[in-house]
C-alpha cells in the first residue's frame, strides 16, 4: 500500500540523489526519456546486438558512456511451470521467485548480466539496465546512503528514476497480459523492481517538478492507475517545495581557486598547471573536509587523513583541458582508474582559496 511516509521517503531520497550523485556538467536539467527514436534511434531486433546498443545507449543518457563495464547476456532455461501450462489447454507464464532480470557484480571489472526473455520487451530491458547501472553510479556517492540496508534496492530503483528512466521503471514494475484463442486461454504476469508502480508514479512526480518537466509528457506514457498516482503527486510535491523552500539551502555551487601547487605523485610540470583554475565543489559541499586518502598513482600504503575541497575529477580535468591540453592528456592517459569512474579529486586547503558559491 502507497502511505504518505513512502511519498516522503522518496522525495527526501530524490533530494539525497540530488545532493550527492555525480552532476551532468552541462546540463542542471536532465530529460525525461521517452520511448522514441530521439533517444533510442537504432533499430531494434530482439538480438544480444540490440541489447548492447540498448546498454551503451542508457549509459551515454546516464553520462557513463566512458565507465568500464561489462554486459552479459546470462545462460537462458525455460520455466518447468510455463512448460506445463503450454502442455494443458491454459498458457501462462509466472516469475520465478529469486530468479533476477539482471545483476551487478564487481570482481576483476564491472560486470552486468540480463536474462535472455528480457529480449522480447526492450522497455523492460531498458528499465533492467537503468537499475544495473544505477548500483554503479551509487558506488561514486559522495556520503554513505541515508537509508536502512532494507531500502537499498528501492534506492537503486529511485536512482534509475532520477536519471530519467522513471518511465520504464514503472512498465516494468507491473505487467498483466491475457489472450484467448482457439482451445486455449492465455496469461502472464511480471513484476520487476523493488519500488510498486504507485511509487515509481510519484517519483516521476517528483523527477518532473524537480527538472521542470511538462507532466503531459509523462502522463502520455503512463498506464491509467499510475497515471492518476502521477498527476496527484503533482500538487503534493509542489506543496513539498512551497514548505521547504526556508529550509532547503539556496541552489548554488560553491567554487575554489587553486592558488599554490597541489603535492601528489604527479609530475610537478604537470600539477603547476593547476595555478589559478577555479573549480565547482563536488555534490553540493560548501567547504573544506577531512578524507583518507592514497597516492593517486601507487596507490600504495595506509590512507591518509587530510583536509581539502572535493571536486569531481571530471569537472577539475575539463577546466584543466582548457588551460593546458597537455596536462589533461597526462591525466586520462595515466589515471584512467579515476577518469573514468565518476571520482573525485581532493585540493588540500593549504593551496586553496575559497571563492564563494555561483547562483
Known sequence: MFTEQRALWIYDQYRWLERCLPRRRKALRLPLVVPTATFFPERYTNTHESAEQVFNRVRS???????????????GEKRQL?????????????????EPAGTFSVRERVTITYAP??????????????????????????????????????LTDLTAVFEGFGLFSCYAAFQFKQWTDVG????????????????????????????EIDHALAAKYLKPNPRQVFLDALDYVDDLETNRKTIDPPNATTWVRIVGVPPGEAPAEIREEWLG??????????GACQLNVQGILSRTGNPEPQMGYVVLVEDAIDALEEKSPKAAAWWRSN???LVSRGRTFLFQEAVCELIGPKL
Open 82 to 98: 510455463t512448460r506445463a501450462l503450454q502442455e494443458s489447454g491454459v498458457l501462462g507464464e509466472i516469475p520465478t521467485p529469486g
Open 335 to 337: 589515471t584512467p582508474q
Open 61 to 75: 543518457l546516464m553520462g557513463m558512456g566512458a565507465w568500464d563495464c561489462a554486459f552479459v547476456q546470462k545462460g
Open 184 to 211: 486455449t486461454q492465455g496469461w502472464s504476469v511480471s513484476r520487476l523492481g523493488y519500488m510498486t508502480e504507485a511509487e515509481f508514479a510519484f517519483a516521476i512526480g517528483v523527477f518532473c517538478v524537480r527538472n
Open 277 to 286: 583554475l577555479a573549480l565547482p565543489l563536488a555534490f553540493g559541499r560548501s
Open 117 to 154: 526473455h528480457l529480449l522480447a520487451d526492450p522497455l523492460i530491458l531498458v528499465a533492467v539496465v537503468a537499475h544495473e547501472l544505477s548500483h554503479y553510479l551509487l558506488a561514486t556517492a559522495a556520503e554513505k546512503p541515508a537509508c536502512s540496508k532494507e531500502d537499498m534496492e528501492p
